[in-house]
């Protein structure tokens, strides 16, 4: 009887992460083989906390990370499916994607079709763990809402050296990724303005990958062999 390795297995099916948080969100994260098994490797390693709060993370589409409080999950599933067209595509849990305007006029429409639609993302999104809070609509009648501006905030000007407060380091002598981080996220805003958040009140940090890790140390985190080099005729 044929037998199928890991690996390949990995290699055959598209891969989706569901993760459910205490307040009743469910995330969900579609990721490449390399990712999913980066991510099954720290969980697997995650035996014990010495931190109040800390946090897991997983590389997605559109070459950005996740962060995700762990005193916020209930649960976390690895869910996988035959590969249908395209696979790994960004999964907007928060609402921030936005797209291009399609033309109006009715030639240009056409001729759009056949082209690529063009996404944007704020480079750093934050969803808060905020509680609800109890509103009263008439009296003896009262409505769970959410707190003053809502449970997300997005950012999208942000340079490199504007966000601090964590960090993602490979230590050799363990062989393992390491999450280092302060007690606040600090980072300049939209409007110029500089902010410290407390990292233990933040249910979920996304951003761009550049701001944590470089191309060289992206391919060593996902374990990806180095490419070859081609030999030189003599």
Request: charged share 30%; proline share 3%; hydrophobic share 40%.
């Amino acid at each position: 009887m044929a037998t199928i390795t890991q690996d390949d297995f990995d290699n055959a099916v598209s891969h989706t992460i569901r993760i459910e948080l205490k307040d009743g969100s469910v995330l969900f994260f579609n990721v490449i083989a390399e990712a999913k098994k980066a991510f099954a490797k720290l969980l697997r390693n995650d035996t014990h906390s010495e931190l109040e709060y800390e946090f897991l993370w997983i590389y997605i589409p559109e070459d950005r990370f996740v962060f995700i409080n762990k005193n916020e999950i209930i649960r976390i599933t690895f869910c996988f499916e035959p590969i249908f067209g395209e696979i790994a595509e960004y999964v907007d849990n928060f609402n921030v994607q936005e797209k291009t305007d399609m033309p109006t006029d009715e030639v240009d429409e056409f001729e759009a079709a056949a082209e690529e639609v063009e996404f944007y993302l704020p480079q750093l999104v934050i969803m808060h763990n905020r509680q609800l809070e109890n509103g009263e609509i008439v009296p003896g009648v009262t409505m769970k809402t959410e707190g003053y501006f809502g449970n997300v905030s997005s950012y999208s000007s942000l340079n490199l050296d504007d966000f601090n407060g964590l960090g993602l380091v490979f230590f050799e002598d363990r062989e393992e990724w390491i999450l280092l981080a302060e007690n606040y996220i600090q980072f300049v805003d939209d409007d110029g303005e500089e902010n410290f958040m407390p990292l233990k009140n933040l249910s979920v940090i996304e951003m761009e990958r550049l701001f944590l890790l470089s191309d060289e140390e992206l391919d060593k985190y996902l374990e990806r062999k180095p490419k070859k080099q081609p030999k030189r005729k003599k």
